[in-house]
């Protein structure tokens, strides 16, 4: 029953992600990011909290006049965090069962998670008692309702046995020292949640606590819109313990048990949530079937580094050799940006539930991995496609200067950048960059001119419709612009050897391939060469003349241009098709070749497995495949 459950939710997760990735881009969708949300949610309501603590009156009879005038008086700001206060409280209840309901549902709870997931069960029943603490305070019909119905409930245990329900017998009975207590609790209570919010994140390495910017902006919009189109008010006037409460509005997030305070036997309440938290604690510890996970710790190597990481039972790659201080990339932890590729050199591993877009069954087939959502079955050597330099521990990044755009068909520029006098990037034929946008988001694109001239940056932009950062090439961008960029990155690199070879571009796959053949005859490589460039018409062989003057010059290099979609007009006499059909054509059996393929995801995913069901080695094959953002992928076109 259970693992039925996981399945349906991870059906719906993995979906409803890939939605979010589409229409906010994985850097920002919210589902990744649900955890640090949380915290950024507490210090909302702390701040807001805070300042309606400063005007609030904690004596009986002022309680709710000074609430009303913090509401209407000062409704400018007053009114306003009120309001704020009570949405994010809201929103902070969604965001924690949303992240542990997907912890569930992936099977992260169990292990050494164990600790996480109790703390936060913890964590949610003190947010709770917080929450249903800071209902009475008002002292409106509500907190009526609330506080009565609270007290009674707990009067049902035998440790009270009903002396908590005298105090509300009369009027008179609630004093200005208890509704200071009360007020204290709602103090205490939540700092004692911060405490338990900083031990929950420390044995989750690198845990972020902070959202990007974009999604804090956005909350803190979102918060204040309604703030100001649904303001919260007191109901119903002050409180009459006089007079028994008829109606309210419930909030649903954090008073949902109580309409059954008033149709069950109260014993039967206290069943339900103890029982149900009972069994949501001892999951980690339940003989349940699970999906095929090894046990026991295992050895990680990662090619480059000097040491051995250990691996326990049920840990990512990405999570053991961040906790063991290793520079690895990563960016949204939950298999959805690719940033995390590496290749699985030896031993085998689960590969965990990921997005399609950021793992393609082509590159799954070709041994690669998300360090992420991958565990080991067995001790593992890895080599990380998207290496992070060791010295400083982050990304090198530059800022270059904008010194040409050229358009090289209706939908291409080639775009140069200069770097500052004096510095230059050393990069390798193959390799790409992420453009940094003001937001913290990347756009990556492959370097397309050969290395030896690494004072400037030749790159091919291709228009992506409603791209951001493609749309401001085409539309705004200027020669003298400023752009932040960091790098290099990526393994796409021509390898040793005498075979021959078979490039492969798709598009503006062009690109790497133009630095690959350009730096491959600067170095007096002269192995036998094809290049197969696929595109749908002739405009889209934007540099034909450059790969023609090629095959003039070198005898060795052989271009064959492929159009998938002329038309009449075009009066194309050359090949038709899919690209890697016609190498398939042209190369019967393609054992004792090397295949280079740059492209869309769509084209490396068909062209692939087709190659190798014609003879070539797993180990002859290497792919970059481009991905949009809304694909998943960090950038417009990374590998």
């Not at 907190?143 to 009903?162: C, K, M, N, R, T």
């Not at 026991?296 to 999570?319: I, M, Q």
């Amino acid at each position: 029953m259970i693992r039925r459950l996981q399945a349906l939710l991870q059906w719906l997760f993995l979906r409803v992600e890939a939605l979010f990735n589409a229409a906010f881009g994985v850097a920002l969708n919210p589902l990744y990011h649900l955890g640090a949300i949380s915290f950024f949610l507490f210090w909302v309501i702390a701040a807001s909290g805070l300042y309606l603590y400063a005007f609030f009156e904690t004596g009986v009879a002022d309680a709710y006049a000074s609430v009303e005038s913090i509401t209407h008086t000062q409704w400018y700001l007053g009114g306003i965090l009120r309001s704020v206060h009570r949405y994010a409280s809201d929103a902070f209840v969604l965001t924690m069962l949303l992240h542990m309901v997907r912890y569930f549902a992936f099977d992260r709870f169990r292990g050494f998670r164990w600790f996480s997931w109790v703390t936060g069960m913890v964590l949610i029943w003190l947010v709770y008692v917080s929450g249903i603490n800071g209902y009475m305070l008002p002292w409106d019909r509500l907190a009526q309702y609330v506080i009565v119905s609270a007290f009674e409930w707990l009067d049902w245990l035998p440790s009270f046995s009903g002396t908590l329900m005298r105090n509300f017998i009369y009027p008179s009975s609630v004093n200005d020292r208890f509704f200071s207590l009360l007020a204290f609790m709602h103090i205490g209570i939540p700092l004692l949640v911060l405490l338990l919010m900083w031990v929950h994140v420390q044995r989750v390495p690198k845990a972020a606590t902070t959202p990007p910017r974009p999604m804090a902006a956005g909350l803190l919009v979102t918060l204040l819109a309604m703030a100001l189109i649904v303001p919260v008010h007191s109901q119903g006037g002050p409180t009459d313990l006089g007079s028994a409460v008829a109606r309210v509005q419930l909030d649903w997030f954090y008073l949902p048990v109580f309409p059954l305070l008033n149709t069950w036997p109260l014993g039967w309440v206290w069943g339900l949530l103890v029982g149900v938290s009972a069994v949501i604690t001892v999951l980690p510890w339940l003989p349940l079937r699970r999906r095929r996970q090894a046990t026991g710790e295992f050895r990680l190597d990662v090619v480059g580094e000097a040491k051995a990481v250990t691996v326990r039972a049920g840990e990512t790659l990405l999570d053991a050799g961040l906790r063991d201080g290793l520079q690895l990339p990563y960016e949204c932890r939950n298999g959805g940006c690719g940033v995390c590729l590496c290749t699985v050199v030896h031993g085998s591993v689960d590969h965990g539930l990921y997005q399609r877009a950021a793992l393609p069954d082509a590159l799954r087939q070709q041994g690669k991995a998300l360090m992420c959502c991958a565990t080991p079955l067995s001790d593992v050597e890895i080599e990380v496609d998207h290496a992070v330099p060791r010295a400083a521990g982050a990304v090198q990044q530059y800022e270059a200067c904008v010194a040409s755009l050229e358009r090289l068909s209706p939908d291409v520029v080639r775009l140069r950048l200069d770097l500052p006098a004096g510095q230059h990037i050393r990069f390798a034929a193959g390799q790409y960059i992420n453009i940094l946008l003001e937001d913290g988001q990347r756009r990556a694109f492959s370097f397309a001119n050969a290395p030896g001239a690494q004072e400037q940056i030749e790159l091919h932009v291709r228009l992506i419709p409603g791209g951001r950062f493609t749309t401001h090439v085409f539309t705004d961008m200027r020669v003298g612009d400023t752009l932040r960029f960091e790098g290099p990155h990526g393994h796409f690199l021509l390898q040793p050897g005498a075979a021959p070879i078979i490039l492969v571009a798709g598009a503006t796959g062009f690109a790497p391939i133009k630095s690959i053949v350009e730096d491959a005859f600067a170095r007096g490589i002269a192995r036998p060469m094809w290049l197969y460039w696929g595109v749908r018409r002739p405009a889209d062989l934007y540099l034909r003349e450059l790969a023609e003057r090629w095959q003039q010059d070198h005898a060795h290099f052989h271009f064959v241009p492929v159009l998938s979609d002329a038309q009449a007009q075009d009066a194309w006499s050359g090949r038709r098709g899919l690209v890697h059909e016609a190498i398939l054509q042209d190369f019967p059996n393609l054992a004792g070749h090397e295949v280079y393929v740059c492209g869309s995801a769509r084209m490396v995913e068909s062209a692939i497995p087709a190659f190798l069901a014609q003879g070539l080695s797993d180990e002859a094959c290497f792919s970059d495949a481009f991905l949009t953002p809304a694909q998943g992928a960090s950038g417009a076109s990374s590998p």
